[in-house]
């Protein structure tokens, strides 16, 4: 949906702990729930979706849980390494949208 | 790598002055977006062209423009730039008839406006 937003902007853990964000969408026709990975000075990469037929789905370290009559989907990493620092984004669409919204990303740093 | 490929990597230039970016989709994918993310800023649609034809637009400035050529590369025009045009600009692409846009994003274009 056009009106996406991510919380928390900004999240540090200790390696080890799990960090959870969330993407809170307005477009009740979404169908189509990815998270992209941005490392610095990269461009973004997938690195999990999940469509509308599915609650939750799962990648090793990394899951995406979906709640659609709350509008919002949420990506879970357990067993934080430093290398899982980045900015994270979500990016809710319907179908083969033409205008691709991004959410507003959540700053994630990780601790040794 | 994305497969995804944009040029120029950096870009220094003076205000006033007119720059174009280019990117090369990845091999097969008709659709190009552009994006601007501005430091510590999230990814702001620009702009999305399929097949040659413009698709959507987003909050893009009337001193930007962008096409899609016949062989399906891309350019972004940014025109009278000012300082509040640096930024990253990204290009990315996705494939037809997949239900779905997953994008591919390339390594973006570092734009300095001085």
């Not at chain 2, 174009?20 to 552009?34: A, F, M, N």
């Given at each position: ?51 509308s037929n599915v609650g939750e789905k799962k990648d090793q370290r990394i899951a995406v849980t979906l709640n659609k009559t709350a509008k919002h ?17 979500c990016a809710p669409q319907r179908g083969n949208t033409d205008k691709l919204i991004f959410g507003t990303g959540t700053r994630l740093q990780v601790?040794? | ?65 962008a096409q899609q050529f016949p062989d399906l590369h891309s350019e972004l025009n940014l025109s009278s730039l000012e300082l509040g045009d640096s ?28």
């Open positions: 949906g056009e009106n996406v937003e991510q919380h928390p902007s900004t999240l540090s853990v200790q390696e080890g702990d799990s960090a959870v964000i969330k993407c809170t969408y307005s477009d009740s026709a979404s169908n189509y729930f990815p998270w992209y990975k941005q490392e610095l000075g990269k461009g973004p990469q997938l690195i999990i979706d999940i469509r989907f949420s990506l879970h990493i357990t067993e934080t390494q430093p290398e899982d620092s980045a900015v994270y984004f601790f040794p | 790598d994305s497969g995804v490929t944009q040029t120029p990597k950096h870009l220094i230039t003076a205000t006033g002055q007119r720059v174009t970016l280019r990117c090369s989709p990845r091999s097969g994918d008709l659709s190009v977006y552009w994006y601007q993310q501005s430091l510590d800023q999230g990814l702001q649609f620009l702009i999305h062209y399929y097949n040659g034809e413009e698709r959507a637009k987003g909050n893009i400035l009337e001193r930007f423009s930024a990253l600009y990204f290009c990315a692409s996705s494939a037809p008839g997949q239900g779905v846009n997953t994008i591919y994003f390339g390594e973006g274009s570092w734009l300095t406006v001085v």
